[in-house]
């Protein structure tokens, strides 16, 4: 079992719809949870980052943690094309010191 | 704040050649971060050193790959000899107050060693 496991997708939703993004983790006793984003050919950026459970919102973008069911989910509210990239989810793991990434999921927001 | 910055954008070599990927985190940042990314297996971590000292490295593939931090404003990863299933693209990152602090990627080095 992969430590965080993400849809590769892609996901594709229409022009001002709402994105729904998806990671679940393995270690039950993670503490820290990452957001980022990665356009084609460049590096990760970070979007949000979420420790405790319950939604957390910056803008168009809310990240929701569930510890007892092990998941963490980025929405993006009025999706726009630039939002179209791969997003990655990112997690400190118990004994861990760095973070563990999933395999990201790609959105692609249409016109 | 001119960000991380790694050298070089992209490395072409011959399978058994050594390779030196340079990395410069942002200044006042005490922790530094090595991660490679693929196709197959996305986003590794490979070391990751706090205040220039390597803290965990379990993700090194092998002895041929080595990783130095001199000082707080330069990094090294040197792969000795490279081998094909070596070519990947590979992030330096650093952050203020470690992992729990948001990661400042660089531009990463693409590798292609044929």
């Not at chain 2, 650093?94 to 400042?104: D, E, Q």
């Amino acid at each position: 079992q992969k430590e965080v496991e993400q849809n590769s997708g892609p996901l594709s939703v229409p022009e001002g719809a709402i994105a729904s993004l998806n990671c679940t983790y393995s270690d039950r006793g993670s503490q820290s949870f990452f957001w980022y984003r990665q356009y084609s050919g460049k590096s990760p950026e970070l979007i949000m980052f979420i420790y405790s459970n319950g939604d957390k919102e910056d803008g168009r973008f809310t990240a929701q943690l569930n510890k007892a069911s092990q998941y963490v989910s980025l929405l993006i509210r009025d999706s726009q094309p630039s939002d179209s990239a791969t997003y990655l989810c990112a997690v400190i793991g118990t004994g861990r010191r760095a973070l563990t990434f999933g395999s990201g999921t790609r959105l692609q927001v249409q016109p | 704040d001119a960000g991380v910055i790694q050298s070089p954008r992209h490395e072409v070599t011959e399978m058994g050649q050594e390779v030196t990927l340079r990395c410069k985190p942002i200044s006042g940042h005490n922790s530094l971060f090595w991660y490679r990314q693929t196709m197959m297996r996305g986003l590794e971590l490979l070391i990751y050193f706090n205040n220039n000292v390597p803290i965990d490295d379990s993700g090194m593939p092998e002895d041929r790959f080595s990783a130095k931090m001199p000082n707080a404003s330069f990094s090294t990863l040197k792969i000795q000899p490279s081998e094909p299933r070596d070519s990947a693209v590979y992030f330096c990152a650093s952050s203020p107050f470690g992992p729990n602090s948001p990661l400042h990627f660089g531009n990463g080095t693409r590798l292609t060693v044929t």
